[in-house]
Every structure is written in structure tokens, then in C-alpha cells.
């Protein structure tokens, strides 16, 4: 487990780095994007179309300790034809579940910047639902299971990733992206108590091995 955590680490920080380097040249078609081009968060900035006239809530999103949802929308790259989704950002959920919050559709025809973000190819739980209100439909969580349930559902095929737009771009609400789910310091302290716990088992070991012997 140690071991493990410190892959994570390096990991994590190798994704910071990528991060943190000077911007390339944004892509501007998404015909093709490779699986490196997702990995590595690379910047896209090209006009698309609304899809369709449905805002997609994705729950339980916390920032700042208040529990919320990201909007996403379903759009379409004109000269590929590709469709994928759009993260617009953070908003504040109410008190009651029930209560829905009313969002404005971005425009039909969109120039957006932002980030490749990939979806999550595993499945987070397979009692997952999405559930519709009206213009709304509301998403539990956002892998491939919910991916495959929104196509059959909306009867169109859509990319394994999304773009989370930059918060400039027109249509966004708040927007402080998290890149990580957990810092590289945060594995390298699980990293340290791991490899702490089996060195006081190796003490423990050898204390109770000691022992046995001397009473042989």
C-alpha cells in the first residue's frame, strides 16, 4: 500500500506539472483527439452548437462547503458532426432536493475555451438513474454507465470526455476547477504511515520471534 501511494503521488504531481506548464496552442478541432490530448487536460477554444435544449445537473459538487451542482450541456462540433459535454461550472443547490434550481440554456451557437477533462470509464454504481424534470435531467454521478444511459436516452452517441470551460468564456457559472481528487502530499503522508505500520510490524515480528526462541 505504501508502495501504491507513492504512485499516486507521482501521479498526481505529474498531472499538476502539466497543469502548470505554459499553455499550447488550443485545439481546435476535436477530429480526432487522442487518449494523450485527454490525460494531459490540453486547452480546446472552437465554436460548437447546442445539441440539445436540455441542461444536465450532476450532483452532490461541494466548493466552498456548500453542496451544489455542475451544469453541463450536451453540444456538437458543426464540421465533425462529434457530440460531447460541456462543464459550465458550479451552482448552489437549495434546501429541499426537489426544489430545482431554473438555468438559462448557454446560445444555440457557442465559441467555448476550456480544458479536456476524461469521463470515468469504471462504473461508480450501477443503481445510478437519471432522472428528468422537464428541461432538466439529473445525474447522480458521471462515468460511462450514466454516458451509455444519456445516449439511449437522448438517442445520440457522445464522447468519452468532456471540456470544462474556462470562466471567461460566455454561459459559465462559478468555476474553480479541482484537478485532483487528493494533493501529492496527501499520498506521500498515507505513503509514510503505511510503511510505518509495517516497519512496527517487522519490530513486533522479530520481538515475538526473539522471545519464542529464548523459551525454546
Given at each position: 500500500m505504501g508502495y501504491w501511494q507513492l504512485s499516486r503521488a507521482q501521479e498526481k504531481q505529474q498531472r499538476l506539472n502539466i497543469?502548470?506548464?505554459?499553455?499550447?496552442?488550443?485545439?481546435?478541432?476535436?477530429?480526432?483527439?487522442?487518449?494523450?490530448?485527454?490525460?494531459?487536460?490540453?486547452?480546446?477554444?472552437?465554436?460548437?452548437?447546442?445539441?440539445?435544449?436540455?441542461?444536465?445537473?450532476l450532483e452532490n459538487k461541494i466548493q466552498n462547503g456548500e453542496l451544489g451542482y455542475h451544469v453541463l450541456n450536451l453540444v456538437e462540433e458543426p464540421n465533425s458532426g462529434k457530440l460531447f459535454l460541456v462543464n459550465r461550472g458550479w451552482i448552489a443547490g437549495r434546501a429541499h432536493r426537489d426544489d430545482l434550481p431554473s438555468i438559462d440554456l448557454p446560445l444555440h451557437q457557442w465559441q467555448i475555451e476550456g480544458r479536456?477533462?476524461?469521463?470515468?470509464?469504471?462504473?461508480?454504481?450501477?443503481?445510478?438513474?437519471?432522472?428528468?424534470?422537464?428541461n432538466l435531467l439529473r445525474l447522480p454521478v458521471l462515468d460511462?454507465?450514466?454516458?451509455?444511459?444519456?445516449?439511449?436516452?437522448?438517442?445520440k452517441e457522445i464522447e468519452p470526455y468532456l471540456v470544462r470551460l474556462d470562466s471567461d468564456v460566455n454561459?459559465?457559472?462559478?468555476?474553480?476547477?479541482?484537478?485532483?481528487?487528493?494533493?501529492?502530499?496527501?499520498?506521500?503522508?498515507?505513503?509514510?504511515q503505511w510503511f510505518g505500520l509495517a516497519f512496527t510490524f517487522l519490530i513486533v515480528s522479530l520481538v515475538v520471534l526473539i522471545k519464542k526462541e529464548k523459551e525454546a
Open positions: 497543469l502548470n506548464q505554459p499553455s499550447k496552442q488550443a485545439i481546435t478541432s476535436i477530429d480526432p483527439i487522442s487518449n494523450e490530448a485527454i490525460r494531459n487536460f490540453e486547452r480546446v477554444a472552437l465554436p460548437v452548437e447546442l445539441a440539445v435544449d436540455i441542461n444536465l445537473l479536456l477533462y476524461p469521463i470515468n470509464p469504471q462504473v461508480l454504481s450501477e443503481d445510478a438513474a437519471i432522472e428528468s424534470h422537464g460511462s454507465f450514466i454516458v451509455s444511459k444519456l445516449e439511449r436516452k437522448l438517442g454561459g459559465t457559472f462559478s468555476i474553480d476547477w479541482a484537478w485532483v481528487s487528493m494533493p501529492p502530499e496527501k499520498h506521500l503522508a498515507y505513503a509514510f
